[in-house]
C-alpha cells in the first residue's frame, strides 16, 4: 500500500475523538481550491483515548459529514496515527528507487520496534537529486491491524478509500503549504486535539520526530469542571472565548507544562542522537486547544521560543459559500490535518 499516494481531486477527512472533520479541495486549476469544509460532532463516549467505542455513532457521524459536503464521489483521503505508526528518517546508501524498495524491509527490521509480518511499510526518498554515497530515506512503518482498522470503519460508513496517509505528513503537508517560511531551521508543530497532541519536529522542512503527547482540551475541560465546578458547556465556551479569564490559570499552567515538557524532551532526544541537531527556534499550534486564551502566550514564555498560532487556511484559495455556516476564524485552527490530507492527494 502507499502512503504517499496523489490524486487530483480529493476529500480530507479526520475522524478526532471529538469532531468529524471533511475538507474538499479542487486541484483542477493547477491552484489547489478550498470547496467546502463540514464538521459533525461525536459526544464524547464514542472515542475514548484513540479507541472507538460506539462504532455505529461514529460510522453516522461520517455518513453525515460526508452527504453534507455535496460531493457525489466517495473515495477519500484518511490517515493513521498514534504509538503504532512510526515515522523515522534514515540514511541508506545511494541506489534507484527500486533497489531502495528492496533494502527497505531490511532497513525497517534495524528501525522498527515491531513485527515485519504485522506492518505496512512505505518510504519517500528525501534528496533524490543530489550526490553523495547516502541519500536520506523518510521511513513509515504502520502496524496493519490499525490500518485495516481504518479501512473497516469508512467501509461500514460506505467510504471507497483512495489513500491511507500519516498524520504526521498529513499535517506537515498542510504546514508546508501554508507557512513556507517556517521551512527553514528547527521548527516544532504542536496539533492540540481533544485528547492527543501530535508533535512534530521539522529540520529544514523535513519531519525528523513525531510524538503524541497524552494531553488535549478534554484534559482543560475535565480541570474547570473539577477545579471550579462549571459545567460541560460552560467550559467549553470559556476554552473557545478570545478573552481570557484567571479562572483558566491553573489549567493553563498544569496542561501548558505538559505541553511544553514534551517539547523539551523530543529536543534532548534529537540533541543527543544526532549532532547535526539545531534548537527549535519557534513553536506553530494548531487544532482546537490552539484557540485556549492564553496557552500560547504561556507557552512561548516557558520555553522562551516564540509560539504562535499556525493557520492551514493562510495560503489556500477558499471558494466562496466553503465555510458556509461556519465561522473561520474558530474552524481553521481544527483543519491542518484534513486541509494536509486533501493536499497530500494532489497529482
Given at each position: ?5 496523489r ?8 475522524v478526532g475523538?471529538?469532531?468529524v ?12 481550491e ?5 464538521v459533525?460532532?461525536?459526544?464524547d ?6 479507541e ?8 453516522d457521524?461520517?455518513?453525515q459529514t460526508?452527504?453534507a459536503?455535496?460531493?457525489k464521489t ?5 490517515a493513521v496515527g ?11 546508501e545511494?541506489?534507484?528507487e527500486?533497489q531502495?524498495?528492496?533494502?527497505m524491509?531490511?532497513?525497517?527490521e534495524q528501525?522498527v520496534?515491531?513485527?515485519?509480518e504485522?506492518?505496512?511499510l ?7 537529486d543530489?550526490?553523495?554515497l547516502e541519500?536520506?530515506?523518510l521511513l513509515?512503518?504502520a502496524?496493519?491491524e490499525?490500518v ?9 460508513a ?8 500519516v ?6 503537508n498542510?504546514?508546508e ?9 528547527t521548527?516544532?508543530?504542536l ?14 522542512g ?8 497524552t494531553?488535549?482540551?478534554?484534559r482543560?475541560r475535565e480541570?474547570l ?5 462549571i ?7 470559556m ?13 493553563i499552567?498544569?496542561r501548558?507544562?505538559?505541553?511544553a515538557?514534551?517539547?523539551e ?5 534529537l540533541?543527543?542522537?544526532s ?10 499550534a494548531c ?6 486564551p492564553?496557552?500560547?502566550e ?10 504562535q498560532p499556525?493557520?492551514?487556511?493562510a495560503?489556500?484559495t ?21 486541509v494536509g490530507?486533501?493536499l497530500?492527494?494532489?497529482?
Amino acid at each position: 500500500m502507499s502512503f504517499f499516494g496523489r490524486k487530483k481531486i480529493t476529500i480530507g477527512l479526520d475522524v478526532g475523538s471529538g469532531l468529524v472533520k471533511a475538507v474538499v479541495i479542487d486541484h483542477t486549476s493547477g491552484t489547489p481550491e478550498l470547496l467546502k469544509v463540514v464538521v459533525t460532532p461525536l459526544n464524547d463516549t464514542a472515542i475514548v483515548e484513540g479507541e472507538i467505542m460506539d462504532h455505529d455513532i461514529v460510522a453516522d457521524a461520517i455518513r453525515q459529514t460526508l452527504a453534507a459536503t455535496g460531493v457525489k464521489t466517495k473515495r477519500v483521503v484518511a490517515a493513521v496515527g498514534g504509538r503504532d505508526v512510526i515515522v523515522k528518517k534514515i540514511a541508506i546508501e545511494r541506489v534507484k528507487e527500486a533497489q531502495a524498495r528492496e533494502l527497505m524491509r531490511w532497513e525497517a527490521e534495524q528501525h522498527v520496534p515491531f513485527d515485519m509480518e504485522s506492518v505496512e511499510l512505505d518510504f519517500q526518498i528525501l534528496d533524490p537529486d543530489a550526490d553523495g554515497l547516502e541519500m536520506s530515506v523518510l521511513l513509515v512503518a504502520a502496524k496493519r491491524e490499525l490500518v485495516e482498522a481504518k479501512r473497516h470503519l469508512l467501509a461500514d460508513a460506505g467510504v471507497s478509500l483512495a489513500v491511507i496517509d500519516v498524520d504526521a505528513f498529513a499535517l506537515h503537508n498542510a504546514f508546508e503549504a501554508n507557512h513556507p517560511d517556517a521551512m527553514k531551521g528547527t521548527v516544532a508543530l504542536l496539533n492540540i486535539g481533544n485528547e492527543i497532541t501530535n508533535l512534530n519536529i521539522l529540520d529544514e522542512g523535513v519531519p525528523i520526530l513525531t510524538r503524541d503527547l497524552t494531553v488535549g482540551t478534554r484534559r482543560f475541560r475535565e480541570d474547570l469542571q473539577r477545579e471550579h465546578g462549571i459545567g460541560g458547556e460552560d467550559a467549553e465556551t470559556m476554552l473557545r472565548s478570545f478573552d481570557r479569564t484567571p479562572v483558566l490559570d491553573g489549567s493553563i499552567a498544569m496542561r501548558g507544562e505538559e505541553l511544553a515538557v514534551g517539547v523539551e524532551r523530543a529536543a534532548t532526544f534529537l540533541a543527543t542522537s544526532s549532532r547535526n541537531f539545531g534548537q527549535i527556534r519557534a513553536v506553530y499550534a494548531c487544532g482546537g486547544g490552539a484557540r485556549v486564551p492564553g496557552l500560547l502566550e504561556w507557552l512561548s514564555e516557558r520555553l522562551r521560543i516564540p509560539v504562535q498560532p499556525a493557520n492551514a487556511l493562510a495560503r489556500l484559495t477558499v471558494r466562496d459559500g466553503a465555510m458556509e455556516f461556519l465561522a473561520t476564524d474558530e474552524v481553521a485552527p481544527l483543519l491542518m490535518l484534513p486541509v494536509g490530507l486533501a493536499l497530500r492527494a494532489a497529482a
